[in-house]
């Protein structure tokens, strides 16, 4: 879904709906929820109208729905804060930044995290050589960053949580 203040009549309808829906699902008033045969897990039944089909990559449609005319328009701060593609694993985030790297010129900045144990105060610890820095830089979970950031100039960056309210981030 993208947001855009030129939104024309129908377009405001569309979203105005979709947070609707979106709010009926999370507090649990959405009558498409219905329990897997095989697993008990929970299934949404989405509404057509929000979904993005294609036959070829669903991540270059996603980004063509979401950012068209993006070479275009990627100069304009409006357009690019109007607009937000949310994915559930960071794996899908990855597959997404990777795509919006490849379509911007310029070159790739690569930031990369701390790759030690900070075991400060603890003189009997040995997480130092029980963990090596192939294995820290390895791990992949929702609840930390990654250890690789890839950057170009004019990319967007968003925090998803406070991460040091001191700096303001």
Sequence with gaps: MRLNAGNTDLENKTIA???KWQLAVSDGKETNISPSPDSGKM???IRDQYIVHTSGDPIQKLFKV???DFLHNISLH???RSRVILTPTNIVVDEINTTILEKISGM???YLSQDSIDDAGYDDNDFRYIFSVEYLNSINMPCIPKHELKLKVGVVVMLMRNLNQIMGL
């Design 66 to 68: 979401t950012y068209p």
């Design 43 to 45: 299934l949404i039944k």
């Design 108 to 110: 790739v900045y690569t």
């Design 17 to 19: 709906d979709f947070s």
């Design 78 to 80: 409006e357009y690019l």
